[in-house]
């Protein structure tokens, strides 16, 4: 217990400025509640500006928001993003026949909707209502749409495991999306078997 303790940095807390070594050292931070996020970092960083986690995310773009680990959104490292990427797209349920009779979703459907996402997140900044009229828009479906719009993530977090969609600035209280590659920079070229290695690492 105390060795977990000190590897969760929860024995002493890092100096100050140390919140993306300690993002790095957890994995990711789990971020269904923001204020849960920020606690967490709190309890192990000392003098943690209260925005700090804001400006990280949406001015400095050192951290990036997604759905992640068990489909739950986590803030990563940007500089850690492409390395759990190739990781997170070997998820594959979502295919599953079972997944989509649950959902009343075809597969063709489903490769229509995530193509029309990943085009539309392209360079652009959109908040869900937008991204489902562009889904409609492209696919020519007003069903889609609305899937998109109507949805809790379920239809949003296949373009996230695909790296094609991560957590944009909001627009007061409307969350947004965009491209990874837009946000962060070109994707690079990672091997999958060595980014599973790491993150295999990482997490043990």
Do not use: I
Request: with cysteine; hydrophobic share 45%.
């Amino acid at each position: 217990m105390a060795w977990r303790a000190r590897r969760h940095h929860l024995d002493k807390r890092v100096k100050a400025g140390g919140m993306l070594d300690v993002t790095r050292r957890l994995s990711g931070l789990q971020a269904q509640v923001m204020s849960s996020t920020e606690l967490a970092l709190w309890a192990r960083v000392e003098d943690l500006p209260r925005d700090a986690v804001e400006r990280a995310l949406w001015q400095d773009r050192a951290m990036v928001k997604t759905w992640a680990m068990r489909g739950t959104l986590h803030l990563l490292a940007a500089d850690d993003y492409w390395t759990y990427q190739p990781v997170l797209n070997e998820y594959r349920h979502y295919l599953a026949p079972g997944w989509l009779r649950a959902w009343e979703m075809s597969r063709e459907d489903l490769d229509r909707l995530l193509a029309a996402v990943a085009v539309a997140l392209d360079g652009a900044v959109l908040t869900r209502a937008e991204l489902g009229a562009e889904v409609a828009r492209r696919t020519k479906s007003a069903a889609l749409g609305e899937r998109v719009r109507g949805s809790w993530g379920m239809f949003l977090k296949p373009a996230s495991y695909r790296g094609e969609l991560c957590f944009g600035p909001g627009s007061g209280q409307n969350v947004a999306f965009t491209s990874p590659a837009s946000w962060l920079g070109e994707r690079p070229a990672v091997d999958p078997d060595q980014a599973r290695l790491e993150v295999a690492r990482r997490f043990l």
